[in-house]
């Protein structure tokens, strides 16, 4: 079973930068996605940003602009380089990997907070 492996959450000022990174422990031989969501308290998990397989990348308006999604399907890992980041960023970021089924990790907490 595949399992999702994520890094890079913490505490950032308003206007700080941070990366998550997720690795994978295996890449399925299909074509799949990878990307991010998050959640915030008393909110819905959504959409920050997904990545195809072959580069081609999706993001949620609130994001477009100040976070870049990258892939590296050498290492099976999925970047979320966050810029700019606001009091509003902060959530529960989750990694997904979608393959016609869903797998999530376990979620990395990421607090924008002066």
């Known amino acids: 079973q595949v399992q999702l492996v994520e890094s890079g959450g913490g505490l950032v000022q308003p206007g700080g930068s941070l990366r998550l990174s997720c690795t994978a422990s295996q890449s399925p031989s299909i074509f799949y996605t990878m990307g991010w969501y998050r959640q915030a308290p008393g909110k819905q998990r959504e959409l920050v940003a997904v990545i195809s397989k072959d580069g081609n990348t999706n993001y949620a308006d609130s994001v477009k602009g100040r976070f870049t999604i990258s892939i590296d399907n050498a290492k099976n890992t999925v970047y979320l380089q966050m810029s700019s980041l606001k009091p509003e960023d902060t959530a529960t970021y989750y990694c997904?990997?979608?393959?016609?089924?869903?797998?999530w990790g376990k979620g990395a907490l990421v607090t924008v907070s002066s």
């Open positions: 997904n990997l979608r393959f016609g089924i869903d797998v």
